[in-house]
């Protein structure tokens, strides 16, 4: 009866993570990922860029031309929920590998506990990405490799190069396959060589030789040794030090310091599972756990070091606190045996309780969504995208990175993006002057004149960072407003049209019904667009109705409908 129960709960948890990962699309990757695969079926794998104004022709090396085509062949299938649900499938089974071997019925309340905790607080980290493809493989990997060591079964070679060799596809950290059976191996070895069990240690022979096939895999890429070697390349971009711009500047990469410091709320749940896994690993003088303290350490310094890499953390704080949950009835059973009950009580309790909050929590979020859509409100610029489709204008467009892919996948060929989000196709010099221009607004004339930028889209929903260029380039005439719908903003001079005038420009009106017809569903976001709206035009007023009806700076939202 115990372990149908046991296998029920585990089901039921499982389901609780699949639910936790279907939320609408954040990401903005996504995007430039699925014009890349659709290129690739048309083309073959590219070598230069054929996507962006600022980096057409250069090299590209696609580190993730298996992830692309997979998500394209799912978009195919069923778009955007398509992608959604093999996303929250993916968290899901990479949950179940990594603590189905430890599910017992003593073990459950902690992990049940610890689980849900993960879950509920890792989940926005979980967008459709090829980390959560790698972190599968990895998954895989561990599962099998903890296994032989743990004398469940012989090492399966030949699973283990298959899905190394899918890892270099996929995402350009293939190194941490080799590197992870390192650390698992050496554990073991630590493990029984602190046990004083000489005699065991050389069973772990052919287990040393693993990490060796599984690096030379990353042979296995379409772009030789410049594919092996990018993962260096990678780590380059995200280590916090001196002026690295691609550190400092990019929200994804910041270290996890300056994170925590900035937005704390989002932050401290990852500081209390780090706390909680150095302190059981302390508590049981790493016994039993030593590959996957290592595991942790790596892991969480990548973590440590930017943003994105927080679900990697999570990978190694899973594993280790199932390796420690497995091991603690041989450890301390005897020893602990009063406490457990109400231990175990109250592990149970709080994930009952977490689960509830996190229901409370969608509940509350679901109020920032638009219904029958699948893209987070003010993310993607939409409304811009279908002001411009179909109206051919001309010259290149200007656009603030996230917006990039999005604008690729839906215009290209007819339009080119300025620039995506595939940093690593520009130098540090290149991103801080493109950084500057939102600072420094008047700089942006040069930049124009430079790449024949006649066209320009700015997020100016979710902050104002973006807001002062397009206010000043509408303020000064430079530019006119073609498109605002609160979201963002759209701007043309006057070579982008082909008949040399503007005919539809933007007006207070025309920017209202706008926001009224994409967000009119929602009275949150369409409140929120209408304020947006009125900050927009009060600071680029002076010019957007050539003159007539003018506001007055300084009016409230309220005076034209955004209360």
């Known amino acids: 009866?115990?372990?149908?129960?046991?296998?029920?709960?585990?089901?039921?948890?499982?389901?609780?993570?699949?639910?936790?990962?279907?939320?609408?699309?954040?990401?903005?990757?996504?995007?430039?990922?699925?014009?890349?695969?659709?290129?690739i079926c048309q083309h073959g794998i590219p070598r230069t860029d054929p996507f962006c104004v600022s980096s057409f022709g250069l090299p590209w090396l696609d580190a993730q031309w298996g992830f692309q085509l997979i998500v394209y062949a799912l978009w195919k299938l069923g778009g955007e929920p398509a992608l959604i649900a093999a996303k929250a499938a993916t968290a899901t089974g990479i949950t179940a590998l990594l603590v189905a071997r430890a599910w017992t019925w003593k073990t459950m309340p902690f992990l049940l506990a610890f689980g849900i905790y993960a879950a509920v607080h890792g989940r926005y980290l979980a967008d459709v990405r090829p980390l959560w493809m790698t972190l599968l493989l990895l998954a895989l990997q561990y599962r099998w490799i903890r296994d032989a060591l743990d004398g469940r079964r012989a090492l399966p070679w030949v699973q283990l190069l298959f899905t190394q060799i899918l890892l270099v596809q996929v995402q350009g950290l293939h190194w941490l396959g080799p590197a992870q059976a390192l650390w698992l191996?050496?554990?073991?070895?630590?493990?029984?060589?602190?046990?004083?069990?000489?005699?065991?240690?050389?069973k772990l022979s052919p287990l040393w030789l693993l990490p060796v096939p599984l690096f030379l895999c990353g042979l296995a890429n379409p772009y030789g040794w410049r594919g092996f070697v990018f993962p260096l390349r990678l780590l380059g971009r995200i280590l916090p030090v001196g002026d690295n711009v691609f550190s400092h500047e990019v929200a994804e990469n910041i270290p996890y310091w300056r994170w925590l410091a900035e937005n704390p709320d989002s932050a401290y749940p990852f500081l209390l599972i780090a706390a909680a896994i150095l302190g059981l690993l302390v508590l049981t003088r790493f016994r039993k756990a030593v590959g996957e303290a290592l595991l942790f350490a790596v892991y969480g310094g990548l973590g440590l070091m930017a943003q994105r890499n927080i679900p990697l953390f999570l990978f190694a704080a899973l594993a280790a606190f199932a390796r420690i949950a497995q091991a603690w009835p041989e450890l301390h059973g005897a020893r602990n045996r009063s406490l457990y009950r109400p231990v175990a009580a109250f592990c149970v309790a709080w994930a009952l309780l977490q689960a509830?909050?996190?229901?409370?929590?969608?509940?509350?979020?679901?109020?920032?969504?638009?219904?029958?859509?699948?893209?987070?409100?003010?993310?993607?610029?939409?409304?811009?995208?279908?002001?411009?489709?179909?109206?051919?204008?001309?010259?290149?467009?200007?656009?603030?990175?996230?917006?990039g892919g999005y604008l690729g996948w839906r215009l290209f060929p007819e339009y080119r993006p300025f620039i995506d989000g595939r940093m690593i196709l520009h130098d540090a010099?290149?991103?801080?002057?493109?950084?500057?221009?939102?600072?420094?607004?008047?700089?942006?004339?040069?930049?124009?004149?430079?790449?024949?930028?006649?066209?320009?889209?700015?997020?100016?929903?979710?902050?104002?960072?973006?807001?002062?260029?397009?206010?000043?380039?509408?303020?000064?005439?430079?530019m006119r407003p073609l498109y605002c719908d609160g979201a963002e903003v759209l701007l043309a001079s006057q070579e982008a049209w082909r008949g040399g005038e503007i005919p539809f420009p933007w007006t207070p009106e025309s920017g209202r019904a706008a926001a009224k017809a994409r967000f009119g569903k929602n009275p949150e976001l369409l409140r929120w667009a209408l304020e947006r709206l009125g900050k927009w035009e009060r600071l680029s007023s002076p010019l957007w109705s050539g003159g007539s009806k003018a506001r007055t700076p300084g009016v409230k939202p309220e005076a034209f409908g955004a209360g």
């Open 1 to 39: 009866m115990r372990t149908g129960l046991t296998r029920t709960i585990f089901a039921v948890f499982l389901i609780f993570v699949f639910v936790c990962h279907i939320f609408p699309l954040t990401d903005t990757d996504i995007w430039w990922h699925l014009s890349a695969a659709r290129w």
């Open 185 to 202: 191996v050496s554990g073991e070895a630590l493990e029984r060589r602190g046990q004083g069990s000489a005699s065991a240690f050389p």
């Open 356 to 403: 509830v909050l996190s229901a409370t929590d969608a509940r509350a979020e679901s109020r920032w969504e638009l219904p029958g859509s699948w893209e987070t409100p003010f993310r993607y610029p939409r409304g811009a995208v279908e002001y411009l489709q179909g109206r051919h204008l001309r010259g290149a467009c200007f656009n603030e990175m996230r917006h």
């Open 429 to 478: 010099a290149f991103m801080r002057e493109f950084l500057d221009l939102f600072n420094h607004p008047e700089r942006f004339a040069e930049y124009q004149k430079r790449y024949g930028i006649t066209l320009l889209v700015l997020p100016i929903g979710e902050d104002d960072r973006y807001l002062p260029l397009a206010a000043y380039l509408s303020r000064t005439g430079a």
